[in-house]
């Protein structure tokens, strides 16, 4: 059989195995922060404050690309026409995007036409606002899954999921499952396996293989991993849709 049922996806799951991200990853961003608070105690005048604003949109930019070099967010498939970074982010539930895009329009309307700068007042704000984002997003770069997994509610089924990121989202499963969960055709409710398994006397197999996702299931996994790293995309107010034939690679009669 070579086709994965995906009722697995509604037993509870959690984090099977983690590693520590590099120390930079983590640093370099809160570091830059530090200096633009530093520098907006310094002198209240509108070059530290045109500078303390800078220097905030840079730690936001360093986390940022921090995320995407370790995830690789740009590959995950999206629902949103919008090429936008913070779009990106917003959409897999890791960001709100509205007081950086304003931090954003600020430093763009300072670097390039000139304008005033915030407020000593409005630039503290901003610095807590930053303090806040990085504090919130230092688990991603700091404590990073490779897998996780989830079990039946009788215990007797168990599937560990590997998220290949060095190998952006290449991702396999191993574990006990019961043939019960496999099929020998595509269905709109099953995910390919990269190759066949057998089973055993008692209906089991040891799973060890990798999936062949399409672009519903690879995002609903990604989802689903960013859920266990404490960002959730069901705060935003459109449910994801559901499956459809075509979403799954199934072709239909009519």
Not at 191 to 200: A, D, P, T
Request: overall charge negative; aromatic content about 12%.
């Amino acid at each position: 059989m070579k086709f994965l049922n995906d009722t697995f996806l509604e037993w509870m799951y959690g984090i099977e195995d983690r590693s520590q991200g590099e120390v930079d990853d983590l640093y370099n961003a809160l570091v830059i922060w530090k200096h633009a608070q530093e520098l907006l105690r310094i002198e209240d005048s509108p070059l530290y404050r045109a500078d303390c604003i800078i220097n905030l949109k840079r730690a936001v930019n360093v986390r940022l690309k921090n995320i995407e070099k370790i995830y690789f967010i740009k590959g995950i498939p999206s629902d949103i026409s919008s090429k936008k970074t913070l779009d990106k982010f917003e959409e897999l539930g890791l960001i709100r995007p509205n007081i950086l895009s304003e931090l954003i329009d600020i430093r763009n309307l300072i670097e390039h036409e000139e304008t005033e700068p915030p407020s000593k007042e409005k630039c503290f704000f901003y610095i807590d606002i930053i303090w806040y984002f990085l504090k919130t997003t230092d688990s991603l770069v700091d404590d990073i899954i490779e897998s996780f997994v989830y079990e039946s509610e009788d215990g007797n089924n168990r599937i560990v999921i590997n998220i290949g990121l060095a190998t952006p989202w290449e991702i396999s499963v191993s574990g006990k499952m019961h043939k019960q969960y496999f099929s020998n055709s595509q269905k709109i409710n099953t995910m390919e396996l990269e190759k066949e398994v057998s089973f055993s006397g008692d209906g089991y197999t040891d799973l060890d293989v990798s999936l062949k996702l399409n672009e519903y299931y690879l995002k609903r996994i990604a989802t689903e991993y960013f859920g266990l790293c404490g960002f959730w995309h069901e705060d935003r107010a459109k449910k994801p849709p559901l499956i459809t034939a075509a979403d799954a690679g199934v072709s239909t009669p009519y």
